[in-house]
């Protein structure tokens, strides 16, 4: 079975601009999940998607935004980029909402400048 | 709002000696994941817990939930250079998961 799969991997964008990152979960998982990782801030939830629903959604602000197809493939939006925003992304999928084994993909590393 | 802490933030130790971390939550959980993520990897997963006071080993891993369910811990007997990376729990109240701060080992061969 195919891994998650994220693209791109490496991105490089300037301040003000927008950002689209894209995860294939595994096939046959409905839940995918995304979140931000820093040296200085750890994993942090953005949110999770399931059935193209978005399901729960951590403390970030608007300008962060995703959505999910029918095929489960999922998109993660971040306009108005800042800074503080140069981060890995990661993608999970997952069989269950919130409960089951989350099977990450290698990430997008996101550099702002 | 919910918080998920883990201590130490860093452990160096001597390849062949123990290390635990140790993850405290501020509310009870419905399960604990522990993921390990190696240098320049992402996460993965390692171990679900469940059940009140349930303890599983994997080999030299021994992995623990408190019968609060709001702590849990993560032992490591006679480490090797391959134990190297950032071992992080990660609890879920049902409706999402909190990932702790991590624990970074490092295994001085």
């Known amino acids: 079975k195919a891994g998650v799969t994220q693209t791109p991997r490496y991105l490089i964008k300037t301040r003000g601009q927008q950002v689209t990152l894209s995860c294939s979960p595994i096939?046959?998982?409905?839940?995918v999940s995304w979140y931000q990782q820093t040296p200085g801030q750890g994993l942090q939830f953005l949110f999770e998607?399931?059935?193209?629903?978005?399901?729960n959604k951590g403390n970030f602000p608007g300008r962060f935004s995703g959505r999910q197809f029918s095929n489960s493939r999922s998109e993660m939006n971040v306009s108005t980029l800042e800074l503080g925003d140069s981060a890995l992304y990661l993608c999970?999928?997952?069989?269950?909402?919130?409960?089951?084994?989350?099977?990450f993909g290698p990430g997008t590393r996101l550099t702002v400048l | 709002g919910q918080q998920v802490m883990q201590i130490p933030q860093y452990q160096h130790v001597q390849e062949g000696e123990d290390f635990t971390t140790y993850c405290n939550s501020s509310?009870?959980?419905?399960?604990i994941q522990w993921y390990k993520q190696r240098p320049g990897g992402h996460p993965v997963f390692l171990i679900q817990?469940?059940?009140?006071?349930e303890v599983k080993k994997q080999k030299r891993l021994t992995f623990q939930f408190g019968e609060a369910k709001k702590n849990s811990s993560l032992h490591i007997t006679a480490t090797q250079t391959t134990d190297v990376g950032t071992y992080f729990c990660?609890?879920?109240?049902?409706?999402?998961?909190?990932f702790g701060t991590g624990t970074s080992l490092t295994v001085i061969p």
């Open positions: 999970a999928s997952s069989l269950v909402i919130a409960g089951g084994e989350q099977f």
């Open positions: 096939s046959g998982h409905r839940s």
């Open positions: 998607y399931f059935s193209e629903t978005q399901r």
């Open positions: 509310t009870t959980l419905s399960n």
């Open positions: 817990l469940v059940k009140s006071g």
């Open positions: 990660a609890g879920s109240t049902g409706n999402q998961f909190y």
